[in-house]
């Protein structure tokens, strides 16, 4: 009986150390996340959607990245940014889309995929929305000036 109550007693202390280190981690956490100010949240959002916008990228996934919910995600990000998370996001991709068509080294499907598009039929037809023409009409001596569009 009493090697029972012995064995229980070290389970009982390492579940006990176990517990403890675990909400030393978690509480760690919460005031690293209580240090960040909201416009820190949405910088490193932001820096996540620079880094991985080829990627198929949710709101789920990058307002985990930064530990808030997505409807807050989406709220606070309209409020510092002044435009919305998929709208910056499009903007992201079509920017890095002209430089790549501007090179001339790629074909539109290529393109498409570098920049986060499955379709190149939906990558093009977006493309023409925003700069008004399909990337296989673009020519640098013509259009240099969309390389600097905002």
């Known amino acids: 009986m009493m090697m029972c109550i012995i064995l229980w007693y070290k389970k009982y202390i390492l579940f006990k150390n176990d517990f403890i280190e675990f909400l030393t981690v978690v509480f760690s956490k919460i005031r690293d996340i209580n240090k960040m100010k909201n416009a820190d949240l949405i910088e490193a959002a932001k820096a996540y959607i620079d880094k991985n ?21 989406c709220y606070l990000f309209k ?11 499009f903007k992201k991709r079509m920017k890095e889309a002209i430089k790549l068509v501007a090179s001339g080294n790629y074909k539109v499907y290529e393109i498409a995929d570098r920049v986060g598009y499955v379709n190149p039929r939906y990558f093009s037809e977006v493309f023409k929305k925003y700069y008004g023409i399909l990337p296989t009409e673009f020519d640098i001596k013509i259009h240099k000036d969309l390389l600097d569009k905002e």
């Not at 916008?53 to 995600?73: D, G, R, V």
């Not at 409020?79 to 996001?89: C, F, R």
């Open 53 to 73: 916008y080829q990627e198929q990228l949710t709101i789920e996934a990058i307002s985990n990245k930064i530990y808030l919910t997505p409807t807050y995600f």
């Open 79 to 89: 409020q510092k940014t002044g435009i919305g998370y998929h709208e910056y996001l």
